[in-house]
């Protein structure tokens, strides 16, 4: 994943995603708003994974655990053991 643009401000990014490992895949470019807490793949909103979520902060030295549902923290898996 590349991060090639975003809006400071907004805190705003566009992540660009290529599977090249994947046969005929194609290059998908994502909308993240971290502000709103939203990215257009549906995976952030819907099953609170954070996907191209941990690029856009990556990219912008974020500090990425606040945007980590619970649910998917090593605490919360051990728990369940």
């Not at 990014?13 to 793949?41: H, I, M, W």
């Not at 030295?61 to 369940?80: A, G």
């Amino acid at each position: 994943m590349n991060v090639y643009q975003f809006h400071w401000s907004r805190t705003m990014f566009t992540v660009e995603e290529l599977l090249t490992a994947v046969p005929r895949s194609r290059q998908q470019n994502y909308q993240v708003l971290l502000d709103e807490g939203k990215c257009n793949c549906d995976y952030f909103q819907a099953l609170h994974i954070p996907c191209h979520v941990l690029a856009a902060c990556s990219h912008a030295r974020l500090d990425w655990t606040r945007f980590v549902h619970h649910v998917y923290r090593m605490k919360t898996v051990f728990n369940v053991y």
